[in-house]
C-alpha cells in the first residue's frame, strides 16, 4: 500500500519549497504520481495525495499543471516516453522481421512489468471537447515509428503509406492479445502462452505482408 511521507520528511521537504524550480516542482509531481499508479492503480491517483508526498500545496501543483487532465496526460507521456526507449534498445542493424519480433515482445514484457501505468495510457479518456495535445500525439507516433521503418525494409511492394498503416493493424492484433492475457481473459479464447501467441500473430503477419 502507498504511503505518504512521515511529519519530519514532509516538514524538511516545505522548509526546502524556495530552492525547487518550477520544473522541479513539475518532475516531482510526476514521479510521485507514477508510483501511485504503479502501486495503487490510476483510480487511486490523486492530486491532495501528490501534494501531500512532496510537500506542497495543492495549488502549487496547478501551477505547473493545468489541471488534473493535464497532470494525467504528462503521466501517461513519460509512460510512452519509458516505452519507446525500451523498444529503441530492441532496433538494431539486424533483419527487420527480427526486430519487429523482438519489439513486440518487449512490449507485451514492458505492459506485464507496469501493467497499471500501461492501462492507464488506455483506460483514461479526454473529456468530449478535449483534443489529443500535439506534444502527446508525436510521443504516440514515435512509438508507432519504430515499427513502421521496421516494415518499410521488409518489402519494396509497398509504400510508406501502407507501411504505416499495416504496422498499425499488426500492433492493434498485439495490443489486444495484450489486453486478454493482463486482463485474465486470454484462457477463455483458449491460448495458453502468451509470448508464443504474440510470436505467432507477427510472424503469419508478416509472411502475409511480404506475400501480397
Same mark, same amino acid.
Given at each position: 500500500?502507498?504511503?505518504?511521507?512521515?511529519?519530519?520528511? #514532509?516538514?524538511?521537504?516545505?522548509?526546502?519549497?524556495?530552492?525547487?524550480?518550477? %520544473? =522541479?516542482?513539475?518532475?516531482?509531481?510526476?514521479?510521485?504520481?507514477? /508510483?501511485?499508479?504503479?502501486?495503487?492503480?490510476?483510480?487511486?491517483?490523486?492530486?491532495?495525495?501528490? #501534494?501531500?508526498?512532496?510537500?506542497? /500545496?495543492?495549488?502549487?501543483?496547478?501551477?505547473?499543471? %493545468?489541471?488534473?487532465?493535464?497532470?494525467?496526460?504528462?503521466?501517461?507521456? @513519460? /509512460?510512452?516516453?519509458?516505452? #519507446?526507449?525500451?523498444?529503441?534498445?530492441?532496433?538494431?542493424?539486424?533483419?527487420?522481421?527480427?526486430?519487429?519480433?523482438?519489439?513486440?515482445? /518487449?512490449?507485451?514484457?514492458?505492459?506485464?512489468?507496469?501493467?497499471?501505468?500501461?492501462?492507464?495510457?488506455?483506460?483514461? @479518456?479526454?473529456?468530449?471537447? %478535449?483534443?489529443?495535445?500535439?506534444?502527446?500525439?508525436?510521443?504516440?507516433?514515435?512509438?508507432?515509428?519504430?515499427?513502421?521503418? @521496421?516494415?518499410?525494409?521488409?518489402?519494396?511492394?509497398?509504400? =510508406?503509406?501502407?507501411?504505416? @498503416?499495416?504496422?498499425?493493424?499488426?500492433?492493434?492484433?498485439?495490443?489486444?492479445?495484450?489486453?486478454?492475457?493482463?486482463?485474465?481473459?486470454?484462457?477463455?479464447?483458449?491460448?495458453?502462452?502468451?509470448?508464443?501467441?504474440?510470436?505467432?500473430?507477427?510472424?503469419?503477419?508478416?509472411?502475409?505482408?511480404?506475400?501480397?
Amino acid at each position: 500500500m502507498y504511503t505518504v511521507l512521515n511529519h519530519s520528511k #514532509a516538514y524538511y521537504t516545505m522548509a526546502r519549497r524556495s530552492e525547487h524550480s518550477q %520544473e =522541479e516542482i513539475k518532475q516531482m509531481v510526476l514521479n510521485v504520481a507514477e /508510483t501511485i499508479v504503479d502501486e495503487e492503480g490510476f483510480s487511486e491517483l490523486k492530486v491532495r495525495k501528490i #501534494a501531500m508526498e512532496i510537500g506542497y /500545496t495543492v495549488g502549487s501543483i496547478y501551477m505547473v499543471f %493545468e489541471n488534473m487532465a493535464d497532470l494525467i496526460m504528462h503521466v501517461k507521456g @513519460q /509512460t510512452l516516453d519509458d516505452i #519507446a526507449l525500451q523498444l529503441q534498445q530492441q532496433v538494431n542493424d539486424g533483419n527487420a522481421e527480427q526486430i519487429i519480433q523482438d519489439i513486440a515482445t /518487449t512490449y507485451l514484457s514492458y505492459a506485464n512489468e507496469n501493467i497499471n501505468r500501461w492501462r492507464m495510457i488506455f483506460e483514461h @479518456q479526454l473529456a468530449e471537447n %478535449e483534443l489529443v495535445p500535439d506534444w502527446y500525439q508525436r510521443k504516440v507516433d514515435t512509438v508507432f515509428a519504430l515499427v513502421e521503418i @521496421q516494415f518499410q525494409q521488409l518489402s519494396s511492394k509497398h509504400d =510508406e503509406q501502407q507501411s504505416k @498503416q499495416a504496422a498499425r493493424a499488426l500492433w492493434g492484433g498485439v495490443h489486444g492479445v495484450c489486453i486478454l492475457s493482463l486482463t485474465g481473459k486470454l484462457d477463455l479464447v483458449g491460448v495458453g502462452n502468451i509470448e508464443e501467441t504474440v510470436v505467432l500473430l507477427v510472424e503469419n503477419f508478416i509472411k502475409g505482408w511480404k506475400a501480397d
